[in-house]
T-cell receptor, first 118, second 115 residues
């Protein structure tokens, strides 16, 4: 069965600190997708990144970076120089690949609530 | 903004009642997925609709049902409401492609409270 574990329930940092959100996943599929979403207090899920299981290259987008390690089934997310606007709940998610490579339904972790204090 | 809209924003019902939630998908998308997010939890997959038919279902009882219309908008219906149905209901639209991936774009959600 597929499962996503985000062991950190809540993290609190002071602005400009770096913070890493952990994500560990379980799947028997050889082809799958991993995601991170941000959910601000408004409730709408904001897509941040998608990786497929064959692409283990780390990715950097501005202050955000992701470390995908198949050997440890982890897909961690780091925010560098955090800002108050980064305060939100962050979800890691997994989906199987189906329909010739397209994405199945998302399986979410329980989320990590990040609070960035000024 | 993703272009996915949901209505209503908030809803209060009593136990045993029925509710209908609506979702308009993003232009060009042909697939709608529904998720239930209980307080403090991650979203859970309810079902997906593609070409007006159910195309996958999570672990939800039959009193959760849906529809997709020719314009790809969708409804989620819940009968015989229970207190545990209180949650944020999220709709996500995507384009199902053969041989390609389909990103899911989420709407703002409908907050359902069952008293």
């Amino acid at each position: 069965a597929q499962k996503v574990t985000q062991a950190q329930t809540e993290i609190s940092v002071v602005e400009k600190e770096d913070v890493t959100l952990d994500c560990v996943y379980e799947t028997r599929d050889t082809t799958y997708y991993l995601f991170w979403y941000k959910q601000p207090p408004s409730g709408e899920l904001v897509f941040l990144i998608r990786r497929n299981s064959f692409d283990e290259q780390n990715e950097i987008s501005g202050r955000y970076s992701w470390n995908f390690q198949k050997s440890t089934s982890s897909f961690n997310f780091t925010i560098t120089a955090s800002q108050v606007v980064d305060s939100a709940v962050y979800f890691c998610a997994l989906s199987e690949a189906k329909y010739g490579g397209s994405q199945g339904n998302l399986i979410f972790g329980k989320g990590t609530k990040l609070s960035v204090k000024p | 903004e993703t272009g996915v809209t949901q209505s209503p924003t908030h809803l209060i019902k009593t136990r045993g009642q029925q509710v209908t939630l609506r979702c308009s998908s993003q232009s060009g998308h042909n697939t709608v997925s529904w998720y239930q997010q209980a307080l403090g939890q991650g979203p859970q997959f309810i079902f997906q609709y593609y070409r007006e038919e159910e195309n996958g279902r999570g672990n939800f009882p039959p009193r959760f049902s849906g529809l997709q219309f020719p314009n790809y908008s969708s409804e989620l219906n819940v009968n015989a409401l229970e207190l545990d149905d209180s949650a944020l209901y999220l709709c996500a639209s995507s384009k199902l492609l053969a041989g390609g991936s389909n990103e899911q774009f989420f709407g703002p959600g409908t907050r359902l409270t069952v008293l």
